[in-house]
């Protein structure tokens, strides 16, 4: 991939996240850390709302019309979002009764942004106790 592709879609990306931060605020999330990084992956937006704790994936669409980028959370995606979670959750030690994994997918139509928002989308694979 060229250097030009790759900041466009990491721009993309980003843009796309801003959105999703947007909406959940507006939707009385409580914004807890962005791009949560670690060597074996990244959870975009960590949130709160009474007192569930939810690891969301955003997905945005660079194309116009009918897609789906929230397919492209697949079992392999699914499974470093759960190790990450783990990793923040030992290191941060948050405080929360249940948590739950989110998709948010920006999708452009009609020249507009819209905001899918999976919830409970899916649950940690085999392997959430594991290390």
Known sequence: MSCSLKTATKEIGDKGEDIAAKYLQEKGYTLLQRNYRLRIGEIDLIAEKQGVLVFCEV????????????????????????????AFIADRSPSFESCRFDVIAVKTQQGRNVVEHFENAFWPPDGWDEE
């Open 59 to 86: 997905k945005r669409s660079r194309f116009q019309g009918q897609s789906h980028p929230e397919l492209r959370v697949d079992h392999d995606k699914q499974v470093k979002l759960a190790r990450c979670a783990q």
